[in-house]
């Protein structure tokens, strides 16, 4: 079956203390991204990768780090998580751009 | 500076009625634009697509009309069914200039059908 899988789906954390939030896709795609979702204002991107090794800034990339070591990877690592960045975040995936994307399930992440 | 805008939050209709969602933008240089849809505790799915070289796409219910001159796109949905009920996205994409790859979404737009 089709799939991008985010982990974890839930997740409280510190503010300070590093994490990773990891994606896979098993449709050998070559185009990822991370969203995140906020009241009023949609979804945002963070990061995109057009291939392995190549990454670059969605608009709202302050925060977030992200590595495309190989194809079917995207961890989104915030090295230091602060209150601001409690969303909703979504993993997609697709062929190009702007093909049709498949998302992930969500990932809630709480900063406190 | 929101570059895709979707100024309805929400939109109710009738059931078998017309819904119309509509998105702005202001980037010239946007070449694709795509709907998805977004139900509760799910993540977005796709709808339907269209390329800046066309000016209308159908796919069974759905229609999307592209008007470059207004930098205006908007889904047509007929029959609406209470399924629909959900967010739409509207996205736009990049594919040349100095934002290559990159996929700008709007705020959304909450379909209630009403049955």
């Known amino acids: 079956e089709a799939q991008v899988t985010q982990n974890p789906r839930y997740l409280i954390t510190v503010t300070g203390k590093k994490l990773t939030v990891t994606c896979s896709q098993n449709?050998?795609?070559?185009?990822m991204s991370w969203y995140r979702q906020d009241p009023g204002l949609g979804l945002r991107q963070i990061y995109y990768s057009m291939n392995v090794e190549v990454t670059d800034k969605g608009d709202v990339p302050e925060g977030y780090k992200v590595s495309r070591k190989e194809k079917r990877n995207f961890p989104l690592i915030l090295e230091s998580p602060s209150p601001n960045q409690t969303s909703l975040y979504f993993c997609?995936?697709?062929?190009?751009?702007?093909?049709?994307?498949?998302f992930g399930q969500g990932t809630r992440l709480t900063v406190v | 500076d929101q570059q895709v805008k979707q100024n309805s939050p929400s939109l109710s209709v009738q059931e078998g009625r017309i819904s119309i969602l509509n998105c702005d933008y202001t980037n010239s240089m946007f070449d694709y634009f795509l709907w998805y849809k977004k139900y509760p505790a799910e993540g977005p799915t796709f709808l339907i697509s269209?390329?800046?070289?066309?000016d209308k796409n159908e796919d069974g219910r759905f229609t999307v009309f592209l008007n470059k001159s207004a930098k205006h796109l908007s889904l047509h949905i007929v029959p609406s069914q209470p399924g629909d009920s959900a967010v739409y996205f509207c996205?736009?994409?990049?594919?040349?200039?100095?934002?290559?790859?990159?996929?700008?979404f709007g705020q959304g737009t909450i379909l209630t059908v009403h049955p």
């Open positions: 449709m050998n795609h070559e185009y």
């Open positions: 269209i390329s800046s070289i066309k």
């Open positions: 996205a736009a994409f990049n594919a040349g200039g100095t934002s290559y790859g990159k996929l700008t």
């Open positions: 997609a995936s697709s062929l190009q751009g702007f093909t049709e994307a498949f």
